[in-house]
């Protein structure tokens, strides 16, 4: 018998903006860095002590340059399963 529980399908997503000063930098970098994050993660739990977890994340950045429309860039994607059971000699 599968269950599921809503309460246990968190679903999380953030987006951080970073604005820096090019010029007291060494290295050229970006004056500004956006970056979106998703994850979801979805479980079963088959009995008392068996459950089994499905998770997807993701993590975009803007990939356009300065004074230019916003463009996303997909840079990773993550998919894991995991299966939690307790063990009796």
Same mark, same amino acid.
């Given at each position: 018998?599968?269950?599921f529980s809503?309460?246990l399908?968190?679903?999380?997503?953030?987006?951080?903006?970073?604005?820096?000063?090019?010029?007291?930098?060494? @290295?050229?970098v970006?004056?500004?860095t956006?970056r979106?994050?998703s994850?979801?993660i979805?479980?079963?739990?088959?009995?008392?002590?068996?459950?089994a977890?499905?998770?997807?994340?993701?993590?975009? @950045?803007?990939?356009?340059?300065?004074?230019?429309?916003?463009?996303?860039?997909?840079?990773?994607?993550?998919?894991?399963?995991?299966?939690?059971?307790?063990?009796?000699?």
């Open positions: 018998m599968w269950h809503a309460h399908t968190p679903v999380a997503h953030a987006t951080s903006s970073t604005h820096r000063n090019p010029s007291l930098n060494r @290295r050229p970006d004056a500004r956006l979106f994050e994850q979801l979805v479980s079963y739990q088959m009995n008392g002590q068996t459950a977890f499905l998770g997807y994340s993701s993590l975009a @950045r803007d990939a356009s340059s300065e004074n230019v429309a916003l463009m996303i860039a997909r840079q990773n994607q993550t998919i894991f399963l995991k299966l939690a059971y307790a063990w009796r000699p």
